[in-house]
């Protein structure tokens, strides 16, 4: 299979014209997740069940990220890039092996380790349905073997630049997961059961639906003996990144379950409430910031294989001003309108005013970090896209310390809002961390750019603080239209009351701030307007 450079290489309309059919797709799937975090305030609401679903759910989630996600995502594909440049089709084929053989026998024993140690790991949490915690726990960690190899056929896909199969794979996951909960409700104990099945389920379909467009590009492989495929010269440059990637990875979610457990222990509902808020987040983070990151790295990863600098500064940077052009007045916009938009999606019979309440508490403080966590995911594969991955472990341990102590210190004042503060925060210091060693990188491009470019960020920085001052000014109008609107549909019904008012700040938000970044010519509306104009007209 030969692999040629793009003719748009470097060029900015590249990475959103890529990132745009995964973002649809992704919107998808996260707007499903939505539905999904609905069905579960439906069925379970904030209570020890939900709570005792959350745990058991992070916990193999936890290792999904370590051994799929994050690693596939930074030590395989840079990796896989050398061998596709290269077009040796035998060598590539061994190296598929390989990592196949590999990563089968680490997340097999991953499994059987998990569900043994389940009972020795649930009572960290504090959880008060420790018995169906663990039932729980021990019934969802086969899906991190599922995922495990969803993530490999993903990293061989998006290698050569195929998106739509790993943007289709969590669509069905959570639509088998929604279908489950309310099909299956009523043949198990309860809707919680009913849900873990569905993931169990949902992570099969994930890899099954991917498999076919790996053997459609023509990508052949096969198990090998376990000493073979570690001695395999590829597997050993996978390794060699994989192990700072595993540590660093694993100091960031490591926050999630020391936060969790801090949770567990301020009070029934804060986890859950924790969780409503982060998928919230989550929603906007997987749209765009995973979208972009993922559609970035293969591309960072051949500019920087074949030294291509100047294309390789242009992608980075173009990708930092648009995520600060989506995250900014998004998190404007969910600090002015937290509660209608927790209401309109979550506030049912078993998710009361309690919940909401906790909810919004939790909310309001992880918004403010929404900005830092995207652009995270957009540095560190400027890191991994040359094969250092140091560099972010580094950042992601010390984060990770300064997460750990601000959340020890604000959990008793502040309950669920001290850990979301604490997590915004983390976020803050990693993003420091990350710009600081892109700045010392001796690697060549210095800053994630060409060497005598340093300052070329500060346009990017002035580019966030205009961001800044215009979401403000269109926040204005909407705290001032949004209550005298909730008043008029009040009474009306969950949607209309909380829907419409929400709808229409939004549509005022989005003209009043559209509208300033018109008449101040901004640079990301040009590039999308020329994208438009030269689209090609179907009828």
Known sequence: MK???????????????????????????????????????????????????????????????LFAEGSISVAFIPTFKEYLLENDGDKIREFLSAICTFLTFLVTLAVMTGILLTPLLVPIFGIEALDETILLTRLMFPFLAFISLAAFFQGILNSVRVFAPSGLAPILLNLVTILCAYGLKDFTANPARAMAVGILLGGFLEAAI????????????????????????GTQAVLRLIGPTIIGMAAYQLNDLVSTALAGNAGEGVVSSLQYSLR????????????????LLPDLAE???TARWESFNQRLLSAMDIIALITIPVTFFSLAQGELLIRLLFQTRSFDEESVRLTLAAFTFHMPGLFFIALNRILAPAFYAQSNSKSPTLAGLLSF???????????????GSGIALSLSLAGVVNTALLLFFLRRNSKGPGLGLAPGQGPALRPALFYALKLVLFSAIAVLPVRWVSPRLAVLFSGHGRFAAQGIPLAASLVLFMAVGIFLL???????????????????RRF
Not at 16 to 34: A, E, K, M
Not at 518 to 536: E, S, W
């Open 3 to 65: 692999v040629s450079p793009l003719p748009d290489q470097g060029d900015p309309r590249s990475l959103v014209r890529h990132g745009s059919t995964l973002s649809l797709l992704t919107l998808v799937s996260r707007v499903l997740g939505l539905v999904r975090e609905m069905t579960k305030a439906a069925l379970l609401g904030t209570s020890a069940l939900s709570d005792a679903f959350s745990v058991a759910f992070l916990i193999p989630n936890l290792f999904r990220r």
């Open 401 to 415: 310390g300064a997460n750990m102590i601000l959340a020890a210190i604000l959990v008793r004042p502040l309950r």
């Open 303 to 305: 500019d920087a294989k």
């Open 280 to 295: 919230l987040q989550e929603l906007i983070l997987g749209i765009f910031a995973v979208s972009i990151g993922t559609v």
């Open 210 to 233: 991917q498999f076919p467009f790996v053997l459609k590009k023509g990508f052949r492989f096969f198990f090998t003996g376990l000493k073979r495929a570690i001695q395999n010269p």
């Open 518 to 536: 018109v008449i101040t010519g901004d640079k990301q509306v040009r590039l999308i307007a020329r994208m438009f104009r030269k689209a090609p």
